[in-house]
């Protein structure tokens, strides 16, 4: 039996997760369970599994995070907490040599180098939930050969074909209207932006140790191939699924190992097809730029980058700013910002700390 930890237990990932728990506890056994909010669900929750800690972030603050990340009888933490606010347990849990199945991609955008070195200090191992991700580690596992390109996908989000006028003044009603996942709010608008797409190439380039010029992305509308997977002799090599986060949570559990799980729809080619692949947008979608040479830029810059996004998003899901000021508030703060090198977390967080000032003065503006 492995122990499991599931921070972020309320939202889309966090609620997701237990369905999983649920059809296997043969393997697993639920142990901890934190919140951010919604303290109703939370008790529900508590009620159904008995787990030997749970707590809700505002009424113990962040440490209790923490807490559960590192607890001797945690195997695996579940990192689904929204945003940088997922950081430190994810260093935490790896330090403390957990297996972290990370949902959290902003702790790998914001402190890459940071991740990696808790893992290999405190024997921890990251495996990822996003599904591109998940993808990626089960077309490359059991190899020993390396990939030479990867190609993630991107559905392109519910304005993929909007002209490019219409987008700007996009409502939130229509940004939260995914057309092929229900996720939460806010990755559910770095999806219609495309913000979501350069965090997970800076994840994906630090997961596989990847060059930015070797990770492209492409647009796939229909959401059934997760990546594609290339090697040197250009033989590609690729995961499919119907939408659903359940199989790559569950892989992220199990890893190397696979499971049955009849819980999980079984894939059928031709009520997934047909599958067109087009490419993105760059000019009508400049987040994504945007975030891309964050990561190129490297040291501070995707820290800056994620927290201008983080407000941006937030003033647009508040109605204070249009869907068209996203992108700008991003770029106006990078541009402001000169990128250091990441050598400990106080660095990240200040660039963090800073770039929030920064980019709410540009959307009070
Ligand atoms: P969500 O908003 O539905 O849930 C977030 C969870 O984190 C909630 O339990 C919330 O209470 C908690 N939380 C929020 N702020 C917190 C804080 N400051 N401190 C502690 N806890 C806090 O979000 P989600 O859609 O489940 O996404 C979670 C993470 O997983 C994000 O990083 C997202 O990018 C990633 N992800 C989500 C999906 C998906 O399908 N939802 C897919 C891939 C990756
Ligand atoms: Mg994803």
């Not at 940071?114 to 077309?139: I, K, N, T």
């Amino acid at each position: 039996m492995q122990g499991v930890a599931v921070l972020g237990s309320t939202g889309s990932i966090g609620a997701s997760t237990l369905s999983v728990l649920a059809r296997h506890r043969d393997r697993f056994r639920l142990v901890a369970l934190t919140a951010g909010s919604n303290a109703a669900l939370l008790a529900e929750q508590i009620g159904t599994w008995e787990p030997a800690f749970a707590a809700l972030v505002c009424d113990a603050g962040p440490e209790c995070l923490l807490q559960a990340a590192t607890r001797p009888d945690v195997d695996i933490v579940v990192n689904a907490v929204v945003g940088f606010a997922g950081l430190e347990a994810t260093l935490a849990a790896l330090r403390a040599g957990k297996r972290v199945a990370l949902a959290n991609k902003e702790s790998l955008v914001v402190a890459g180098e940071l991740v990696r070195r808790a893992a290999r200090e405190g024997g921890g191992e990251l495996v990822p939930v996003d599904s591109e991700h998940s993808a990626v580690l089960q077309c490359l596992a059991g190899r020993d050969t390396p990939m030479r390109r990867l190609i993630l996908t991107a559905s392109g989000g519910p304005f993929r074909d909007w002209p490019a006028e219409r987008v700007l003044s996009a409502s939130v009603p229509d940004a939260l209207r995914h057309p092929t996942w229900r996720m939460g709010n806010k990755i559910t608008v770095d999806s219609a932006t495309l913000a979501n797409k350069a965090l997970e190439v800076i994840e994906a380039h630090h997961l596989y140790g990847l060059d930015f010029d070797r990770i492209e992305v492409v647009v796939h509308p229909q959401s059934i191939v997760h990546a594609f997977v290339e090697f040197c002799d250009g033989s590609v090599l690729s995961q499919l699924g119907f939408p659903s986060m359940e199989l790559p949570i569950l892989y992220a559990l199990t890893h190397p190992e696979r499971v049955r799980d009849p819980g999980i729809r079984p894939f059928d080619p031709v009520s997934a097809g047909p599958l067109t692949f087009e490419s993105i947008r760059r000019d009508v979608f400049r987040a994504f730029d945007l975030g891309v040479g964050a990561g190129v830029a490297g040291g501070t810059a995707p820290a800056v980058f994620n927290a201008a996004n983080e407000v941006a998003v937030e003033a647009f899901l508040a109605g204070r700013i249009p869907f068209g000021r996203i992108p700008e508030i991003i770029e106006i703060t990078l541009a402001e910002h000169e990128p250091e090198p990441v050598e400990a977390l106080s660095v990240v967080q200040s660039a963090d700390s800073w770039a929030r000032k920064q980019a709410m003065m540009e959307a009070a503006v």
